[in-house]
């Protein structure tokens, strides 16, 4: 059980995976190298969508607060000064108008989207670069997570339960309905 969590926890770490990938690997019999067998034999779906859910939210603040040190870091290199800021800046000064206009929420939804490029740690860059302060991005980092978590859960559930798939009663019924 205990390679489970931690296989889970890796999975959630790994950028453009996060949740999105961890999630289904806990709910769905999927085996996975390095355990006993597949990680939804050794624990409840509930579990495994609460330890994914909590690893990424602590991801996403560790990552916001591991880049104000890093960028002060890069900006006294001067390459990075000249190319690479200026390009950030332009960047954020394009994104401010709507944080302006949407706030915490705008970003808990770009975080909540279950799309690759978007995620805690592209959030938390964003935030970042858009001057919000801790707890300002806490909420919207914690708000984004849950409805990332909401939206692969609810997926994994209909495809447990047969709605989605290619045996399922809804794909068995829109292939009918179109001449299938």
């Known amino acids: 059980m205990i390679r ?3 296989w889970l926890i ?3 770490f790994l950028p453009a995976l996060e949740l999105r990938a961890s999630i289904p690997v806990g709910m769905l019999p999927v085996k996975m190298p390095f355990t006993e067998g597949r990680i939804s034999d050794l624990m409840a779906w509930p579990l495994a969508v609460a330890v994914c859910t909590l690893a990424n939210i602590a991801l996403g603040w560790a990552v916001f607060r591991v880049l104000g040190p890093v960028f002060t870091a890069m900006r006294r290199w001067g390459w990075f000064e000249r190319r690479v800021w200026p390009r950030l800046e332009r960047t954020r000064h394009r994104l401010h108008p709507y944080v302006e206009k949407y706030g915490e929420l705008g970003l808990a ?4 989207i279950p799309l ?3 995620g805690v740690y592209t959030g ?3 935030a970042y670069l858009l001057g919000f302060d801790r707890r300002r991005f806490a909420v919207a980092n914690a708000i984004g ?3 990332a978590a909401a939206a692969v859960t609810t997926l994994c559930l209909l495809l447990l339960h047969g709605v989605i798939g290619e045996e399922s ?3 068995r019924l829109f292939l ?3 001449g299938g």
Request: no cysteine; proline share 4%.
């Open 145 to 147: 997570v849950l409805i």
């Open 176 to 178: 009918k309905l179109h």
């Open 169 to 171: 009663w809804a794909a």
């Open 109 to 112: 939804v770009f975080i909540g």
């Open 116 to 118: 690759p490029g978007s």
């Open 124 to 126: 938390a860059f964003g």
């Open 4 to 6: 489970a969590l931690a």
């Open 10 to 12: 890796f999975l959630t």
